[in-house]
T-cell receptor, first 112, second 119 residues
Framework: DAKTTQPPSMDCAEGRAANLPCNHS???????VYWYRQIHSQGPQYIIH???NNETNEMASLIITEDRKSSTLILPHATLRDTAVYYC?????????????FGKGTKLSVIP | GAVVSQHPSRVICKSGTSVKIECRSL??????MFWYRQFPKQSLMLMAT?????????EQGVEKDKFLINHASLTLSTLTVTSAHPEDSSFYIC???????????????FGQGTRLTVV
């Protein structure tokens, strides 16, 4: 699986949009970008994933650049409960490629 | 979303004893489950891949005789930490994928984790 690079930490004011970047310059054509987050002392929670097109769900939006070498997770209106470590993971598709390799992620602190 | 339940959420055991952690997929079938370990201030590290009805696949450096994995049904995998030592104290997390939807790109669902403290 391709490696990802994320800033170690970010702050965001409550109510503002949180934009979390991720570089995955070695991503290949059949690799998806997944985002998970981990709130302190809990298991990771799935947020969103995408291949080429931008994606949006009830939690967040995922913007993937045209060359697919980087992406941005957007939490449109951050709340204190969004304080967590956010992991950007690139994963192969197809049989036998179900495991996720976690990097160090970005620790997002939402400030009142 | 799908639910993965892990039990217990917290356990303290004496050095030399064994501890069993259960991971259940509550509303879907999971042919494959994964076990991770997370030390303080570190990321999740994959320990092993648990396959229903067959032997687990362990990552390099993980002792299969110490971390026994059993995946006897499509909804249950167990991890037993045998002869636990203080250095085994960690946060253990399981995850599962929906077997029925495996052909698509589905997300993995995680349990809430088990905090093991060996004293």
């Amino acid at each position: 699986d391709a490696k990802t690079t994320q800033p170690p930490s970010m702050d965001c004011a409550e109510g503002r949009a949180a934009n979390l970047p991720c570089n995955h310059s070695t991503i290949s054509g059949n690799e998806y970008v997944y985002w998970y987050r981990q709130i302190h002392s809990q298991g990771p929670q799935y947020i969103i994933h995408g291949l080429k097109n931008n994606e949006t769900n009830e939690m967040a939006s995922l913007i993937i650049t045209e060359d697919r070498k980087s992406s941005t997770l957007i939490l449109p209106h951050a709340t204190l409960r969004d304080t967590a470590v956010y992991y950007c993971i690139v994963r192969l598709t197809g049989a036998g490629s179900y495991q996720l390799t976690f990097g160090k992620g970005t620790k997002l602190s939402v400030i009142p | 979303g799908a639910v993965v339940s892990q039990h217990p959420s917290r356990v303290i055991c004496k050095s030399g004893t064994s501890v069993k952690i259960e991971c259940r997929s509550l509303d879907f079938q999971a042919t494959t489950m994964f076990w991770y370990r997370q030390f303080p201030k570190q990321s999740l590290m994959l320990m092993a891949t648990s396959n229903e009805g067959s032997k687990a696949t362990y990552e390099q450096g993980v002792e299969k005789d110490k971390f026994l994995i059993n995946h006897a049904s499509l909804t249950l995998s167990t991890l037993t930490v045998t002869s636990a030592h203080p250095e085994d104290s960690s946060f253990y997390i399981c995850s599962a994928r929906d077997s029925i939807r495996l052909r698509g790109n589905t997300e993995a669902f995680f349990g809430q984790g088990t905090r093991l403290t060996v004293v």
